[in-house]
Every structure is written in structure tokens, then in C-alpha cells.
């Protein structure tokens, strides 16, 4: 399969879906995921007129499965090892990536929330300086930022109301939803390509991070979610200590 790198910039608040094409190998399961992310803005008609059922047989796979819509909370993306485009009934969507499990259970139920659960990801998202940012923070103090989020139980979120959202989610005990704003870029990015994501019970998607180096191509960026100016930033948005 080649692949290649592909950059999509001024994604925030641009709408999204993924496709996943589910075939059996041997002992194991592998879940192909394909995203309209940068090719199109997944148009209301054309996702809710896919049938998974049909789709399968034309792909011959076992199992078809469609995650989303969903909204960019990023704004940039870097896919560092793009696979290739395909046509679903009219949709294009581009290979991100791939998952593997075991042969006789299921996907993991992406409507368990508070969940993480790990994807093959090849790629980078960036929360752009000034911009709002959301997050997850586990007891442990593990981040998760929020990469996209989802009108599927509320049709009426969007970017404004993220700020306000910790009093809506039942967060499990010791977690804590933060919000704030980046004195600079915020590069988030898997390790070793393997990405930790969780949903909340709005469906709306956060990525674990750590810290790590910036890109030497991409010096301007650096993810600093532990600066002190950021902390004060996220406390002084959501009105408690960070």
C-alpha cells in the first residue's frame, strides 16, 4: 500500500466522518479506518444515504461500520503516512489507518464512554495558539484533548458551548474537564503509532497525550500542555485551580 503525507489546514468547527472496513485474518480482526477528513465536509445526504450492509459486499468484507459525523475542536491535521482514497457510493474517504483484534470479539464499543481504547494512527492534530482547547484529565493527571466533537446526542454543540461543557458530563470520580487557550501551537501526537482515544456520553472525541519534541521540519510547534502560562490559561477559563 503507499502512502504518502497529507496536511489539511483550517479545520475547526468543519464537519467529518470516518468508515471502517472490518475483515477477518486468521486470529485476528483488522479494522481499515477511512476519513472524509480534508477531501469533503461528509455532506448530510450522501452519509446518511450509506448502507454498511451493501457497502461490505462491495468492498468483501465481513463487517462495515460508520463512526460519526463528527466536528473538528483541531485545526490542523498531518496524516504522516496516508493510505489510499476510495469511493463510497460517491463519499471519499482516505485510508488514516488501522486496528487489530482478536479474531472472536468485536470492535470495542465506541458508546462506553470514559473508555480508552487504542487506533493505529500515523498522523498529528494542532490546537492552534489562542484557540480554545479542551481536555480530559484522569486521576493519574493523563490528558486527553478533545480532537472532535459530535451533535449526535445534542444537535445544537458547537465550538462556544465546549467551554461551558464540564457542567453537563458525568465525568467519572477524579476526573476533571479543563478548558483554555494555548500561549502556543499544541502538537498532539500518538506514540509509536498508536493512539489512546476516549469519548464522553455526548460522543464528542479526546486523544491521551505526552509530552514530546517538536518535528525538526516543524520547529514553530511544540506541545507545552504543562507550561505554568498554560495552566493559568486553562484555570482561568474554567474557574478552578489547574
Known amino acids: 500500500m503507499t502512502s504518502e503525507r497529507v496536511h489539511a489546514a483550517g479545520l475547526r468547527d468543519s464537519r467529518y466522518g470516518e468508515i471502517l472496513l ?37 468492498f468483501d468484507v465481513e463487517e462495515v461500520r460508520l463512526n460519526g459525523p463528527w466536528f473538528w475542536a483541531a485545526d490542523e491535521v498531518a496524516l504522516l503516512a496516508a493510505g489510499q482514497t476510495r469511493c463510497f457510493d460517491g463519499l471519499d474517504a482516505r485510508l488514516l489507518g488501522e486496528t487489530f483484534i482478536p479474531a472472536r470479539t468485536s470492535l470495542p464499543d ?11 494512527r500515523e498522523a498529528e492534530w494542532v490546537i492552534s495558539k489562542g484557540r480554545p482547547v479542551s481536555k480530559l484529565v484522569s486521576p493519574r493527571g493523563e490528558a486527553y484533548y478533545m480532537l472532535a466533537y459530535s451533535r449526535a446526542v445534542d444537535d445544537s454543540l458547537s465550538s462556544a458551548s465546549l467551554i461551558t461543557l464540564g457542567s453537563r458530563l458525568h465525568v467519572p470520580e477524579g476526573w476533571q474537564y479543563r478548558v483554555g487557550s494555548p ?21 464528542n472525541t479526546y486523544m491521551r497525550t505526552t509530552r514530546s519534541s517538536p518535528a525538526a521540519a516543524e520547529p514553530r510547534r511544540h506541545e507545552n500542555a504543562g507550561a505554568s502560562a498554560v495552566k493559568a490559561a486553562f484555570g482561568a477559563l474554567s474557574h478552578r485551580p489547574s
Open 183 to 203: 500561549v502556543s501551537d499544541l502538537v498532539l501526537r500518538p506514540v509509536a503509532g498508536e493512539a489512546h482515544i476516549l469519548r464522553d456520553e455526548l460522543g
Open 22 to 58: 472490518i475483515a477477518d485474518e486468521g486470529d485476528r480482526r483488522r479494522a481499515a479506518v477511512y476519513s472524509t477528513a480534508g477531501l469533503n465536509d461528509c455532506p448530510e445526504g450522501q452519509w446518511r444515504s450509506l448502507d454498511p450492509h451493501s457497502l461490505a459486499k462491495d
Open 110 to 120: 465506541d458508546s462506553v464512554p470514559y473508555r480508552d481504547q487504542v487506533v493505529g
